[in-house]
Nanobody, 115 residues
Framework: QVQLVESGGGLVQPGGSLRLSCAAS????????MGWYRQAPGNQRELVATITSGGSTNYAASVKGRFTISRDNAKNTVYLQMNSLKPEDTAVYYCNAAYYSADRWGQGTQVTVSS
């Protein structure tokens, strides 16, 4: 049974930092492209960042330079370090695992940036 479990969300002030984690089970983690997506109320889900099995990364323009995606294949975990957070980063953040037609999602974790 495939499971992606996100953690690390919460309430943070503008300019603050959070680190999201996504622990995967039931998949051969190392071969999957792992990604973080987010969805704010009234908006479509959007790409935040992805990391390939080889470690190549891709970021949305809105987060480039502030967010860093990384993975630890030994721990079957992908991370999203979020710095210099802005109110517009407020959303539910979802972990994604993709390998060809296989596409898995976590349940999401809420990130709220507010003073």
């Amino acid at each position: 049974q495939v499971q992606l479990v996100e953690s690390g969300g919460g309430l943070v002030q503008p300019g603050g930092s959070l680190r999201l984690s996504c622990a995967a089970s039931g998949i051969i983690f190392s071969i999957y492209v792992m990604g973080w997506y987010r969805q704010a109320p009234g908006n479509q889900r959007e790409l935040v960042a992805t990391i390939t099995s080889g470690g190549s990364t891709n970021y949305a323009a809105s987060v480039k330079g502030r967010f860093t995606i990384s993975r630890d294949n030994a721990k079957n975990t992908v991370y999203l370090q979020m710095n210099s957070l802005k109110p517009e980063d407020t959303a539910v953040y979802y972990c994604n695992a993709a390998y060809y037609s296989a596409d898995r999602w976590g349940q999401g974790t809420q990130v709220t940036v507010s003073s």
